[in-house]
């Protein structure tokens, strides 16, 4: 069975809209998939249409990703199995999203004194009717200005401590991970190995997610060397953390495709195990 828990659209900063979405998830032949865009429900209901139409046997999962601040690090929360019309949740979601608004106008200022005028509209009308996210200015700064590419205008202007670095007014980990589970959900720490942190601060952040109550941890990374991922596994099992994979697609691509994070492990518990899953072959598959 192919499962894959972390996914973008539109309704971020992913380049498909649900119905895409959708579609690749049948060309790609994934089973399981959850969509998880940055701070909104909001692309769900959409592809549940979607897949009611063109794909009756995908199992769609209700799922968030949640923007969180701890130390000065941005932590990411992968909200698995939603509620997605709970109000607490809905509050929740409807302040982040106030929040990368205010956010958004920072960056501009910052841009427009590295000499980009006119960013936020140009990034607005990219992000269209979904949530507003760095991601966008990149794309404003690689087409409509002279940045090289993605990755630079990351590494020269929106990346940690660069020109147009904005500190958003995240919420800490504790106050994510229990909105989640108020909506029914779980609440999985999301790609540990892309925090840009040591070992050390990295066994800091999985002991304080799970004295936080955090559920699960996602555990695939394709591309990344195989101690790192021995590290993160190690990590899941000293904190009794179920083990969850998600490729975190936001295109297609040949390292980011959907459904490329096949899950083995004999030790850790997935953290669908006890999900209500169609197939009769509920197994955990090697990876591709
Ligand atoms: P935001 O949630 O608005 O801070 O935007 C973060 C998003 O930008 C991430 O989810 C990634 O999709 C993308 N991103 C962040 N850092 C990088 C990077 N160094 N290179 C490419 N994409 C990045
Ligand atoms: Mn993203
Ligand atoms: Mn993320
Ligand atoms: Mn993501």
């Known amino acids: 069975m192919k499962i894959d828990l972390h996914s973008h659209t539109t309704f971020s900063d992913g380049h498909l809209t649900p119905v ?105 009308r990219y992000a269209g009717e979904g949530q507003i996210t760095r991601a966008h200015f990149a794309r404003v700064l690689v087409n409509n200005y002279q940045v090289n590419s993605f990755e630079s205008a990351f590494k020269l202007y929106l990346g940690k401590g660069k020109r147009a670095a904005v500190k958003a007014q995240w919420p800490g980990m504790a106050e994510a991970i229990n909105v989640i589970q108020q909506a029914g959900g779980r609440a999985v720490l999301a790609h540990p190995v892309h925090y840009d942190m040591t070992s050390k601060w990295l066994r800091r952040l999985v002991a304080q997610f799970s004295a936080d109550g955090g559920d699960g941890i996602e555990v695939v990374f394709p591309g990344i060397n195989a101690d790192k991922q021995a590290f993160v596994r190690e990590l899941a099992q000293e904190h009794n953390l179920l083990a969850s994979a998600g490729s975190d697609f936001h295109f297609p691509g040949r390292w980011t495709e959907l459904g490329r994070c096949g899950f083995a492990s004999e030790v850790l518990t997935p953290v669908w195990h006890d999900w209500d899953l169609k197939s009769s072959n509920s197994s955990i598959e090697e990876p591709a």
Do not use: Y
């Open 20 to 124: 895409e979405l959708i579609q690749r998830a049948q060309t790609m032949q994934v089973d399981v998939l959850a969509i998880t865009d940055h701070d909104t429900t909001d692309g769900l209901a959409m592809a549940h249409e979607a897949a009611g139409k063109h794909f009756p046997a995908l199992q769609l999962i209700d799922g968030v990703e949640i923007s969180t601040r701890w130390h000065n690090f941005e932590i990411h929360i992968v909200g698995l199995a939603i509620d997605k019309q709970h109000p607490v949740l809905q509050d929740f979601l409807n302040q982040q999203q106030q929040k990368r608004e205010e956010r958004a106008v920072n960056i501009a200022e910052k841009l427009a004194k590295c000499g980009f005028e006119g960013v936020l509209d140009r990034a607005r």
